[in-house]
């Protein structure tokens, strides 16, 4: 009776040096990636403690950097929807003199402004309406009937078809001596002009933020270069290519700058949805209206996270692209002092 095939057993110690469960998948290995586990061996230390640092620095930047997006997105729009707001509508005044028929020279310019080709809509501000204007200004225990307060006329006009200013102004002259047609022109431009300045002034944070991250990032390379200089030069002159020891160097620092980036984007985006919260559950008070008015909803909207994401891919594509420069400079001097060297 033949006896059963002994069953072979890998041995450990007949193994590959180096060889090691790696995980299967697209996506297990960009998780053993970014944990920096598992994988082949890197010239740079995953872990220690300038990469931690580095991270923290990069975290905080990335957040920063968050903050002023969104700050910039939120004025944008802010200042659009005033824009909009303000060009939907023209007002007509009509001030208070002495003989004036105020109501009927009120009903006049309402007539005329109901009869103009581009206005939708018209209503006629009575004084309580006048009354709750003045208030935060005035206050509530002025007697607004005692002040000269004029009629004013809301017009509505369409967007798509406005009305010939022009010509307006000139019946309301001939029909209504003394009324003024007021488009807001003077509010507009200043508007503009805000939201101009702001973002200009936002654009110019975020690229200084996104120099000192570059910055950061080179004193960082030079500072790992530095722990690891003999194993680069033996490296280098066993034959390996600048490439190689470059990439090491790129993808470390490409992982400590998605992961830190990402969270410092992370905790902006909670920043601003608390900050959203507590305005919606703030009240309606004088100050919440202020504060809604000026920011709107505080919320970044999908153009913020959008901007956001992209933050993030370009902090972390110039920290890798900054560290492999580095790399390159400083392998290529050692090839010129080799040379010199040599001579």
Do not use: C
Not at 163 to 185: N, Q, S
Not at 187 to 208: P, Y
Not at 271 to 293: D, K, V
Request: proline fraction near 5%; hydrophobic fraction near 50%; charge should be neutral.
């Amino acid at each position: 009776m033949a006896s059963p095939t002994p069953r072979r057993e890998q041995n450990d110690a007949t193994a590959p040096i180096g060889a090691s469960k790696r995980p299967s998948g697209i996506s297990a290995r960009l998780l053993s990636w970014l944990t920096g586990r598992g994988g082949p061996p890197n010239i740079v230390p995953r872990e220690s403690v300038a990469a931690s640092s580095l991270g923290v620095l990069v975290g905080i930047m990335a957040f920063l950097a968050s903050l002023t997006l969104g700050a910039v997105v939120m004025v944008s729009e802010t200042a659009n929807g005033w824009q909009n707001e303000i060009a939907r509508e023209v007002t007509i005044q009509i001030p208070v003199s002495d003989g004036r028929n105020l109501q009927a020279d009120a009903e006049t310019a309402q007539q005329i402004a109901e009869a103009t080709a581009g206005v939708t809509a018209v209503t006629r501000l009575d004084q309580k309406a006048g009354s709750a204007l003045l208030e935060p200004w005035l206050g509530s225990d002025i007697d607004v009937t005692a002040l000269p307060v004029p009629e004013l006329i809301l017009l509505r006009i369409s967007p798509s078809s406005p009305p010939d200013f022009i010509a307006l102004k000139t019946t309301l002259a001939t029909a209504v001596p003394g009324a003024v047609l007021d488009t807001h022109g003077l509010w507009l431009n200043q508007l503009a002009r805000m939201a101009e300045t702001t973002i200009l002034l936002g654009l110019s944070v975020f690229v200084l933020v996104m120099v000192a991250s570059i910055l950061t990032v080179v004193f960082a390379t030079r500072g790992a270069m530095a722990g690891n200089q003999n194993v680069i030069e033996v490296l280098h002159f066993v034959g390996a290519e600048r490439a190689y020891i470059a990439r090491q160097f790129q993808y470390h620092f490409l992982r400590i700058a998605l992961l830190g980036s990402a969270a410092g984007a992370v905790a902006a985006i909670a920043f601003f949805s608390l900050g959203n919260l507590w305005l919606r559950s703030s009240g309606t008070g004088p100050a919440e209206a202020q504060l809604t008015a000026l920011f709107g909803a505080f919320s970044i909207g999908t153009t913020g996270f959008v901007a956001t994401l992209l933050m993030v891919i370009v902090m972390s594509g110039l920290a890798a692209l900054t560290s492999r420069w580095t790399v390159l400079r400083h392998v290529g001097s050692l090839d010129a002092s080799s040379g010199q060297s040599a001579d």
